[in-house]
Protein backbone atom coordinates (compact mmCIF):
# COMPACT_ATOMS: atom_id res chain seq x y z
CA UNK A 1 0.00 0.00 0.00
CA UNK A 2 1.39 3.72 -0.81
CA UNK A 3 1.54 6.08 1.93
CA UNK A 4 2.55 9.41 3.06
CA UNK A 5 0.97 10.75 6.16
CA UNK A 6 2.63 14.15 8.03
CA UNK A 7 2.07 14.48 11.81
CA UNK A 8 2.52 16.54 14.60
CA UNK A 9 1.59 19.64 14.16
CA UNK A 10 -0.58 21.49 17.01
CA UNK A 11 -0.88 24.85 18.57
CA UNK A 12 1.96 25.99 20.20
CA UNK A 13 2.89 29.74 21.39
CA UNK A 14 5.69 31.98 20.00
CA UNK A 15 9.20 30.47 20.92
CA UNK A 16 8.13 26.89 21.39
CA UNK A 17 8.84 23.80 19.59
CA UNK A 18 7.23 21.05 17.49
CA UNK A 19 8.54 17.77 15.77
CA UNK A 20 7.04 16.93 12.13
CA UNK A 21 7.08 13.48 11.27
CA UNK A 22 6.47 12.43 7.77
CA UNK A 23 6.06 8.62 7.65
CA UNK A 24 6.73 7.04 4.04
CA UNK A 25 5.88 3.35 2.71
CA UNK A 26 8.91 2.11 1.00
CA UNK A 27 6.41 0.83 -2.12
CA UNK A 28 5.71 4.73 -2.57
CA UNK A 29 9.23 5.80 -2.60
CA UNK A 30 12.77 5.73 -0.22
CA UNK A 31 13.94 8.82 1.69
CA UNK A 32 17.20 7.16 1.48
CA UNK A 33 17.32 7.16 -2.10
CA UNK A 34 15.42 10.33 -3.03
CA UNK A 35 15.67 14.10 -2.08
CA UNK A 36 13.05 14.74 0.23
CA UNK A 37 11.38 18.47 1.38
CA UNK A 38 9.30 20.02 3.76
CA UNK A 39 6.76 23.01 2.45
CA UNK A 40 4.46 24.74 4.00
CA UNK A 41 1.01 26.59 2.83
CA UNK A 42 -0.71 29.43 3.99
CA UNK A 43 -4.62 29.47 2.50
CA UNK A 44 -4.30 31.44 -0.45
CA UNK A 45 -0.49 31.71 -1.13
CA UNK A 46 1.79 29.52 -2.67
CA UNK A 47 2.85 26.28 -1.30
CA UNK A 48 6.54 27.48 -0.09
CA UNK A 49 9.89 25.28 0.23
CA UNK A 50 11.15 25.05 3.85
CA UNK A 51 13.81 22.84 4.03
CA UNK A 52 15.03 19.67 1.98
CA UNK A 53 17.37 16.96 2.25
CA UNK A 54 19.16 15.18 -0.35
CA UNK A 55 19.73 11.50 -0.93
CA UNK A 56 23.37 11.61 0.41
CA UNK A 57 22.05 13.48 3.46
CA UNK A 58 22.69 17.17 2.65
CA UNK A 59 20.31 19.64 3.86
CA UNK A 60 19.13 23.19 2.87
CA UNK A 61 16.87 25.76 4.21
CA UNK A 62 14.79 28.91 3.44
CA UNK A 63 16.59 31.92 4.97
CA UNK A 64 13.52 32.60 6.88
CA UNK A 65 14.00 28.93 9.26
CA UNK A 66 17.75 28.81 9.31
CA UNK A 67 19.13 28.46 12.36
CA UNK A 68 15.31 27.00 13.67
CA UNK A 69 14.62 24.14 11.56
CA UNK A 70 16.10 21.13 11.36
CA UNK A 71 15.85 18.06 9.03
CA UNK A 72 16.44 14.77 9.57
CA UNK A 73 15.31 11.24 8.52
CA UNK A 74 15.70 7.75 10.24
CA UNK A 75 16.27 5.22 6.96
CA UNK A 76 15.12 2.07 8.91
CA UNK A 77 11.91 3.77 9.68
CA UNK A 78 11.74 5.50 6.01
CA UNK A 79 10.51 8.56 7.83
CA UNK A 80 11.70 12.32 6.99
CA UNK A 81 11.52 14.67 10.39
CA UNK A 82 11.17 18.52 10.91
CA UNK A 83 12.35 19.92 14.41
CA UNK A 84 11.05 23.36 14.42
CA UNK A 85 12.56 25.32 17.38
CA UNK A 86 11.59 29.19 18.12
CA UNK A 87 8.61 28.81 16.45
CA UNK A 88 7.04 32.31 14.90
CA UNK A 89 3.49 33.47 14.25
CA UNK A 90 4.71 33.70 10.28
CA UNK A 91 5.55 29.82 10.05
CA UNK A 92 1.66 29.33 10.65
CA UNK A 93 0.85 26.88 7.77
CA UNK A 94 -0.04 23.26 7.11
CA UNK A 95 3.22 21.76 6.44
CA UNK A 96 3.75 18.69 3.58
CA UNK A 97 6.24 16.38 2.75
CA UNK A 98 7.03 15.23 -0.69
CA UNK A 99 10.21 14.45 -3.00
CA UNK A 100 11.42 17.21 -5.02
CA UNK A 101 10.73 17.31 -7.32
CA UNK A 102 7.02 16.01 -6.45
CA UNK A 103 5.50 12.83 -6.78
CA UNK A 104 3.48 12.57 -9.42
CA UNK A 105 1.35 10.67 -7.17
CA UNK A 106 0.51 13.41 -5.49
CA UNK A 107 0.20 15.01 -1.95
CA UNK A 108 -0.78 14.61 1.83
CA UNK A 109 -2.89 15.91 3.68
CA UNK A 110 -0.18 17.99 5.84
CA UNK A 111 -0.33 18.55 9.25
CA UNK A 112 -1.43 22.15 10.59
CA UNK A 113 0.91 24.27 12.56
CA UNK A 114 -0.32 27.61 14.58
CA UNK A 115 1.80 29.86 16.51
CA UNK A 116 -0.18 31.82 18.63
CA UNK A 117 -0.37 33.25 22.41
Known amino acids: QEHLVESGGGLVQPGGSLRLSCVVS??????????VAWHRQVPGQERELVAMITSDGRTNYADSVKGRFTISRDTAENTVYLQMDGLRPEDTAVYYC???????WGWGQGTQVTVSS
Open 98 to 104: NTRPPLK
Open 26 to 35: RRLFSVRANT
